[in-house]
């Protein structure tokens, strides 16, 4: 009986051994796959740093190579970005142009005064109405200049008829400074139109002052035949558009 007894408490101790023995394996082996597995993560957010590391360092590169070497690039002004766009300042016209030369003057154009104007008991027929100015050849490209002195020069006062190529004298004025307002010429009468004699100053005036028309109206060949031959630009839309430049 006591053997008995003996062998079942040293059964009962070493079955409690045992299981004292497997809990501490199981736990030892939970403790290192929980070390394994939090080395895997901490390996895992290591390689994630590094790789963010490297797509920040090479955007950083292409910015450096694409930005210009002065600095920031300025957007250039277009639909879709507001930046203002520089525009063209043209160079002011110029009143007096030279259109003609001979040994005694040189003639400048009076291009603000130049206009079109209905000729009186004719219908529809336009003519032309200008002024030229006359300089001694010895002060060629003085109009339009600033002197201490008053400048000396003449003034002549035409109409011009294109349909039929004649010409009108109505005055002529002798200017020392400033012209004054109050001048005494011929009136209009078509009696005193003058047919073109070749070679004469008149003449040459009047092809002179049709050139410059005609290179006033390049480009515009759209416009041919809306208006009278000889017409500006200018002219044609003050007259028919009622829009004065």
């Keep these: 009986m006591w053997k008995i007894v003996r062998r079942l408490v040293l059964a009962a101790f070493l ?19 929980s070390a394994a597995e939090m080395e895997a993560d901490a390996a895992s957010v290591g390689k994630e740093t590094e790789r963010t590391k490297k797509e920040t360092s090479d955007a950083g590169e292409a910015i450096a190579k694409a930005a210009p070497a002065g600095g920031a690039q300025t ?23 030279q259109i ?3 040994d005694n003057f040189t003639y400048y154009l009076d ?17 032309l109405d200008v002024w030229i ?6 002060k ?7 002197y201490s002195y008053p400048q000396k020069y003449y003034l002549e006062h035409y109409y011009m008829r294109p349909e039929k190529r004649q010409v009108q004298f109505l005055c002529e004025l002798e200017v020392t400074g400033r012209p004054e307002n109050t001048i005494q ?8 139109w003058e047919d073109l004699v070749p070679g004469s100053i008149e003449d040459d005036l009047y092809h002179a002052v049709m050139g410059h028309i005609k290179k006033d109206r390049k480009g515009m060949k759209a416009l041919q035949g809306l208006f009278p031959a000889g017409m500006s630009v200018r002219d044609a839309l003050e007259e028919y558009l009622r829009i004065s430049l």
Excluded: C, F
């Design 15 to 33: 079955m409690s051994a045992w299981s004292v023995s497997s809990v501490q394996a199981a736990a030892m082996d939970e403790k290192d796959a």
């Design 75 to 97: 957007p250039k002004a277009g639909k879709g970005n507001p930046a203002k766009k520089t525009t063209k300042q043209k160079a002011p016209k110029v009143r007096y142009e």
């Design 100 to 102: 003609l030369s001979d």
């Design 111 to 127: 291009t603000e005064s130049m206009r079109y104007i209905p000729m009186p008991h004719s219908g529809t027929e336009k003519i």
């Design 133 to 138: 100015r006359l300089v001694d050849a010895d």
């Design 140 to 146: 060629a490209g003085a109009a339009g200049k600033t």
């Design 185 to 192: 010429q011929r009136s209009y009468s078509a009696q005193n």
